[in-house]
């Protein structure tokens, strides 16, 4: 089985946000607080998610979207 190395480093616990960001204006559509809330209201699957915010070379973006995590601090960059 192949192992999935989490997105977050665990041991950031909830300092970070996920940006779905418009992949032709590089305007954020959304925020979530969680790779379970992500999935819950995007509709992609974690593995598609987790693939994109990995910077995967099969995956630079998902659904138009390019997609980051980023410090709840820096996340005033066009939150919604």
Known sequence: QKEIK???P???G???VILQI???TNQVIYK??????????SGYSKEAICSVLRHSKRHKSLGGCIWEYVKKEEKN???K
């Open 77 to 79: 960059k066009g939150d």
């Open 14 to 16: 909830n300092n970070y």
């Open 32 to 41: 979530y607080d969680s790779l379970q809330e992500a999935t819950a209201k």
């Open 6 to 8: 989490p997105i977050i």
């Open 22 to 24: 418009d992949k032709k």
């Open 10 to 12: 665990s041991h950031y």
